[in-house]
């Protein structure tokens, strides 16, 4: 490609609405566009990007036996409302009718239809396992798009399902995915940590997460420096306290706490710090009022709330509900007296929690030295909180530490939860009908393409992996008006691109400083310059995007040398 010929509008500004590193680089090194919020025009340059991972994922999915196919994006409702998921998605479905007022959306994701046509069309374990795919558009009209492509309401995504005969099966598929994961981030140049994670909406059972590091990314890992453990924070499990402190109850006093609605201001208030107050959160979990009581200082982990209820929704309780529903008045809430009305939740750490501090149910008035079993009862303790740095290593004991993530792929055992209500049934060996036994494998393909610009980046642009790069060298003539070197530019240009290493030359009528600051911006791995000197000494000068390093080399040489370092490190 030559640059005159090429649609590369790139920006020296900053855009405003650039919100993360990969997406003000995405933008400014004319790769992407906004189209609305979350969805976006992916340029020729991102595109290339995009077919070399596309086509890493292909390799990597047929290696393991993967089959690809092309399911629709858009899906008739009946078959969501056969799997109880019409509701479980809520706003997050782009939901639309057709000319005849039939409900169809836009696929989310696919195991409905994939899982209703294979239990169409198989019905003998002989034909199991089976692995199919497709690489394809999905739509979540996601609470906050943000992120560029990172959390986008429009993505493109590999969608692998397995289908086995048993959990046996379905184990060695899982082991197949998680292998061609590991070859995929691998092959992208991408540093990948793996997690232990929680199933959400689509349900079933074990988890992996695959994340790439970087402090922009939504998802908090947890993860030990001494063992292997790591866990989505969604996930990871809070170690349960040991005996409780051999601290006297003292008696339950009623104080004034005037216009003290925070933990915090209540600890400021009553002197004390925040673990010694009992925090209340009022809920509801598909409309039904639930209290969950967690130490001043720690987080209720939502998921794991909502897990341990098995409730589709969990919402805050607003004011109007907490009068209507607890029976409360608007804040000052504690438990006691609480579970005769509502069902109260509480963290295992609450149990030991020897007076405390908690809300009286009136205004204005606290109550100190609280005590379980003494003065309030709960319907169960369980783990309830977010886990933090400091905790204790479920695994090793030792202390975890936290840091952010972004999810770029996840593999689901989901069991027979699809099968068993979509039908899809096989005649075992012994003739009997059993569900098929099925996984799930998710990979955000342009999510791996911006957390690939996450990862590596400088103050100049984007440090693109040499396999994924949208062309690997960029070839400049110190002079455009130069025919000597111009005519060397172009030949080089010509012998690259027929060796077979993707090479586009920038032949603009611009200054140098201008064709190498986009160098950097834009990424490619390998700058050739070619000066005066070139011509003479017939030497050329490379620069790698990722070093700073500058060579030079006889430019008869260069395409063996090229050639040889970029494949080496691919
Ligand atoms: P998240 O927790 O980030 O919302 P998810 O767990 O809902 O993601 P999955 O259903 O597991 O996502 O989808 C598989 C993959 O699709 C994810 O691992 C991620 O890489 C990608 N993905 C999901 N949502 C988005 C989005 N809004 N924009 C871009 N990629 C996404
Ligand atoms: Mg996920």
């Known amino acids: 490609m030559r640059a005159t010929e090429a649609f590369i509008p790139t920006l020296r500004e900053i855009p405003a609405e650039a919100d993360t590193i990969s997406h003000q680089l995405l933008l400014r090194a004319g790769m992407l566009r906004k189209v609305a919020a979350g969805i ?43 799997s109880g998921r019409w509701d479980v998605y809520g706003p997050e479905m782009f939901r639309l009718k057709d000319r005849h007022e039939r409900g169809f959306c836009l696929g989310p994701t696919h195991e409905e239809l994939i899982t209703d046509l294979v239990g169409q069309e198989i019905k003998s374990y002989r ?6 795919y497709q690489i394809q558009n999905k739509y979540r009209d996601e609470r906050r798009p943000r992120f560029g492509l990172l959390r986008g309401r429009e993505f493109i995504m590999k969608d692998l399902y397995s289908f086995d005969i048993d959990e046996q099966g379905l184990e060695i598929s899982y082991g197949k995915m998680y292998t061609a994961y590991s070859r995929i981030f691998d092959r992208c140049g991408l540093s990948i940590r793996v997690v232990e994670a929680d199933p959400g909406a689509i349900g079933g059972g074990d988890t992996h997460e695959f994340m790439v590091m970087a402090d922009t990314g939504e998802a908090e890992i947890i ?30 006093e009623r104080v004034r706490t005037p216009g003290t609605r925070t933990v915090e201001e209540v600890a400021k208030y009553l002197g004390i710090p925040a673990m010694q107050v009992l925090k209340i959160m009022l809920y509801l979990a598909d409309g039904e009022p639930v209290a969950v009581l967690i130490r001043g200082d720690r987080s209720v982990n939502e998921i ?28 000052f809430a504690g438990p006691v007296g609480l579970q005769s009305q509502v069902r109260v939740l509480a963290d295992n750490e609450v149990r030991h929690l020897a007076n405390g501090v908690a809300g009286a149910n009136e205004p204005d008035h606290h109550y100190r030295n609280v005590n379980y079993g003494r003065d309030y009862q ?24 936290l840091r952010r993530g972004i999810e770029v792929g996840q593999l689901f055992k989901l069991g027979t939860k699809y099968s068993k209500v979509l039908g899809a049934t096989i005649l075992d060996e012994g003739g009997k009908e059993v569900p098929m036994v099925m996984g799930c494998y998710g990979i955000g393909v342009t ?17 693109w992996p040499y ?13 455009q008006r130069d025919a000597l070197q111009t005519n060397l530019a172009e030949a080089l240009y010509q012998q690259l691109f027929a060796s077979g290493i993707d090479a586009i030359y920038d032949n603009r009528a611009e200054r140098t400083g201008v064709k190498f600051k986009d160098a950097d911006l834009i990424g490619y791995p390998v700058r050739v310059v070619i000066n005066d000197g070139s011509v003479v000494d017939r030497l050329v000068e490379v620069k790698w995007r990722n070093t700073g390093n ?20 691919n």
Not at 449 to 459: I, M, P, R
């Open 127 to 132: 034909q199991l396992p089976l692995l199919l």
């Open 304 to 331: 794991k709330v909502q897990n341990y209820l098995q409730a589709i929704r969990l919402e805050i309780a607003n004011a109007e509900d907490v009068a209507a529903k607890f029976g409360l008045p608007p804040g």
């Open 550 to 569: 500058v060579e030079k080399i006889p430019y008869a040489d260069l395409c063996t040398y090229l050639r040889s370092k970029l494949v080496s490190n």
């Open 223 to 252: 993860f030990c420096t001494a063992c292997d453990y790591a866990a989505d924070i969604e996930k990871a499990p809070c170690p349960v306290d040991g005996q409780p402190a051999a601290i006297e109850k003292q008696p339950l």
């Open 447 to 463: 999510r791996t393409l911006a957390a690939a610009v996450e990862q590596g980046h400088d103050k100049d642009g984007i440090i």
């Open 378 to 401: 709960v319907y169960a303790f369980d783990d309830f909180r977010v886990a933090r740095e400091g905790d204790a290593c479920p695994k090793c004991g030792q202390p975890v530490q």
């Open 467 to 479: 396999s994924i790069a949208p062309y690997e060298v960029v070839v400049i003539p110190v002079s």
């Open 40 to 82: 976006y025009s992916i340029l020729p340059l991102g595109h290339r990007v995009l077919l070399k991972i596309e086509r890493i994922v292909r390799e990597e999915m047929n290696r393991a036996g993967g089959i690809e196919l092309l399911m629709p994006i858009i899906q008739p409702a009946e078959i969501w409302q056969q």
